[in-house]
């Protein structure tokens, strides 16, 4: 199976500052992740997915890099903001066709100060 | 679009009772998934649906029941509430499990106490 972690289950940032939020996978195997963020009392909310082809990914403001060699993925946001306060996970898919299985990590806060 | 919706928003039930979660999404999305949230953990699968007539289990499928007759709808039914199944239960649905782009949406959750 996966199993997926985040490295630090707290981070805590200035505003303005840039944010890294890091997230291992076990299962080599795994071809898509996706980064979600959940704000206190919602459901989450997707942010950025990438594919095991590619290496980096880029939305607004954040990006996602993806190193197979280790099985590590991080999100990075620029420009941090007082509304990007929320949990992030991270969720990966194993390849192989059929396989639906969504596995999410256990989340890191993040907390912008003023 | 209303997205993803779930109902009721939430619940107390008594040991041994069953209920059915409500999920309904008018985006047309093939694929639905359930999932339960616990505190300080990450969201964990419970069943998916593939598209209509197509379920399947995820993590942690034990205690409860799904059925998908139409796209739209996804219940999710548990059988014999346990205080184990405390927990927030979400509903997701995309267009396909995978594939960049491709969103999943995820509705506002069920808070589901069993006493």
């Known amino acids: 199976g996966e199993s997926v972690g985040l490295h630090l289950p707290t981070l805590s940032v200035q505003e303005g500052d840039n944010s890294i939020i890091n997230c291992a996978y076990s299962n080599s195997a795994s071809d898509y992740f996706i980064w979600y963020k959940q704000e206190s009392g919602k459901g989450p909310q997707f942010i950025i997915d990438?594919?095991?082809?590619?290496d980096k990914r880029q939305g607004q403001r954040v990006t996602v890099l993806l190193n197979k060699t280790v099985k590590h993925l991080s999100l990075q946001i620029a420009a941090t903001q007082p509304g990007d306060s929320a949990v992030y996970f991270c969720a990966a898919l194993p390849g192989g066709g059929s396989n639906y299985k969504l596995t999410f990590g256990k989340g890191t806060l993040l907390t912008v100060n003023p | 679009n209303a997205g993803v919706t779930q109902t009721p928003k939430f619940q107390v039930l008594k040991t041994g009772q069953s209920m059915t979660l409500q999920c309904a999404q008018d985006?047309?999305?093939?694929?639905m998934s359930w999932y339960r949230q616990d505190p300080g953990m990450g969201l964990r699968l419970i069943h998916y649906?593939?598209?209509?007539?197509?379920?399947d289990q995820g993590e942690v499928p034990n205690g409860y029941n799904v059925s998908r007759s139409t796209t739209e709808d996804f219940p999710l039914r548990l059988l014999s509430a346990a205080p184990s199944q405390t927990s927030v239960y979400f509903c997701a649905s995309s267009y396909s499990p995978s594939g960049t782009g491709n969103e999943q949406f995820f509705g506002p959750g069920t808070r589901l106490t069993v006493l």
């Open positions: 985006m047309n999305h093939e694929y």
């Open positions: 649906s593939v598209g209509a007539g197509i379920t």
């Open positions: 990438i594919r095991s082809n590619m």
